[in-house]
């Protein structure tokens, strides 16, 4: 059973389209988040979110939309793409109270032309 | 907000040999240092972690060393085997609740020779 699985694996598109992520986990984890892997494999947080409540926003841009239908669940959706949007994005999640272990989903690799 | 450093960006190493990984952190309020290990095309995966309220900890093959004063942690990996190759990440974090997030450092390419 995967912990945290996000579709789609990859993501190929032109500039200036929509695109949606989604993210679920199955770990009963209250915090979920969404991380952008950029090509020089830096991790920078973009969001977080505590029982479907925005907590973090890293002063993303704010083509760049989460939403938590619950707290299984968050997606990201981005509109307009630019080719700098190109990146990894990593959905995770794990307990509140920070200490525990951070589960990474597989990934999902959006690459804009 | 919290800064993690880290270096060197990559170490190349002759397989038995040791590997040691730096990281420096910047907020003294920090209490939580994980290491992440991601290999080619996978997702970063916890390797061992470190409390604040510890100096030392060993799993195995890899151990992890904090000095709180000097604000700087490390990854020991003993006897590297050439499947330890990947990118490694050093992490912070307080533990303030539900806002709590972990600030990563760049990453270091390690790279075992057989």
Redesign the interface.
Known sequence: DTAVSQTPKYLVTQMGNDKSIKCEQNLGHDTMYWYKQDSKKFLKIMFSYNNKELIINETVPNRFSPKSPDKAHLNLHINSLELGDSAVYFCASRLAGGAGELFFGEGSRLTVL | GENVEQHPSTLSVQEGDSAVIKCTYSDSASN?F?W?K?ELG?????II?I?SNVGEKKDQRIAVTLNKTAKHFSLHITETQPEDSA?Y?CAA????????????G??I?LSVRP
Do not use: E, I, M
Not at chain 2, 42 to 46: A, D, F, G, T
Not at chain 2, 93 to 104: C, D, E, P, V
């Open positions: 939580y994980p992440y991601q996978k997702r970063p995966q916890l972690d409390r990118v990440f974090s307080h533990n303030t609740g539900a806002n709590s997030k972990l600030t990563f760049k990453g390419t």
